[in-house]
């Protein structure tokens, strides 16, 4: 059963980059929609970005968009979440997910599985 694995959390400052990976356990994630999510204490999760099984087929949430850019390596059974100018409101644990069957909301966390255990993004100042 596909599980996938996020790392590159960490403590940054304001205006620093970090890039998250997520990779898949046990099976592939080409062919696959990959979902970037955050969630902080006592909130939903957020969706943040996700990617179809190419490039040409992305969505950035408007609150990042222009700092956080996803990307694949299908060879490298990898997704990438770079992450720069970060802000202290990009504090958050993130998780990536695949995507369930069907047509997707990237903005959904319902339609996405496999969780990881999520990486922590502090943002300090």
């Known amino acids: 059963q596909l599980q996938v694995v996020e790392s590159g959390g960490g403590l940054v400052q304001p205006g620093e980059s970090l890039r998250l990976s997520c990779t898949g356990s046990g099976s592939s994630l080409d062919r696959k929609t990959i979902g970037w999510f955050r969630q902080v204490p006592g909130k939903e999760r957020e969706g943040v970005s996700c990617i179809g099984d190419s490039d040409a087929s992305s969505w950035v949430a408007e609150s990042v968009r222009g700092r956080f850019t996803i990307s694949r390596d299908n060879a490298k059974n990898m997704v990438y979440l770079q992450m720069n100018d970060l802000k202290p409101e990009d504090t958050a644990v993130y998780y990536c997910?695949?995507?369930?069957?069907?047509?997707?909301?990237?903005?959904?966390?319902?339609?996405?599985?496999?969780w990881g255990q999520g990486a922590q993004v502090t943002v300090f100042s």
């Open positions: 997910g695949t995507g369930l069957s069907g047509e997707l909301d990237c903005r959904a966390a319902s339609d996405f599985g496999s």
